[in-house]
């Protein structure tokens, strides 16, 4: 008679114990792998699910900064900006050029050049606007000045308002450069 070797009594390792340790050890894998996947999936979708704010309104100077000659004076426009996950305070997004008109109401132009998108100088000697790329050039209320010019329109008007009674807030955005009608940049 033989003995029987240890390894011989032993139950296979395809057995019912060898199936039921490799089903638990996989459930518990699979609970500690969603873990981790539900949140990076919650990070990465993010942005999708945050709210755009309706006023794009930003302060851009006081009621005491702007003279009461008429004369358009620029002003950087500072914004809080938020990309994907990041936000960025007061930061600048571009600049505006602000005046007083005769009956007391203000006027804001974005000073992009809507014809290749560079920025617009005022020559106060000649009491105009003009682009330094194309020599497009502009009257004081924004209005295309010379019919030569390669400019398909007018400057940007953006909305303006005066809020606590001195702020001076204007609804910045910018346009497509290139073509004849406003068509905002999203």
């Not at 919650?42 to 755009?52: A, G, M, N, Q, S």
């Not at 106060?124 to 050039?137: D, E, T, V, W, Y």
């Not at 346009?175 to 009608?181: I, L």
């Amino acid at each position: 008679m033989t003995m029987a070797t240890p390894r011989e009594q032993e139950p296979p390792a395809n057995g019912r114990r060898g199936f039921i340790k490799r089903l638990l050890a996989g459930l518990i894998g699979a609970v500690l792998g969603i873990v981790p996947a539900i949140a990076g999936l919650t990070v990465l979708l993010d942005p999708l699910r945050r709210k755009v704010a309706a006023d794009n309104a930003v302060q851009v100077a006081t009621l005491d900064a702007l003279p009461d000659d008429g004369v358009p004076r620029k002003f950087t426009v500072l914004a809080t900006r938020v990309d994907a996950w990041n936000t960025f305070s007061q930061v600048p997004v571009g600049a505006v050029y602000l005046r007083r008109l005769s009956d007391g109401k203000l006027q804001a132009l974005n000073v992009v050049c809507p014809h290749a998108g560079c920025f617009v100088d005022y020559e106060a000697g000649k009491g105009r606007f003009l682009c330094p790329c194309h020599n497009s050039a502009f009257s004081t209320d924004g209005r295309i000045a010379d019919r030569s010019s390669p400019s398909p329109r007018g400057l940007d008007s953006l909305d303006v308002e005066v809020r606590n009674g001195r702020e001076i807030w204007v609804k910045f955005q910018n346009f497509q450069a290139g073509h004849a009608e406003k068509i905002p940049v999203a």
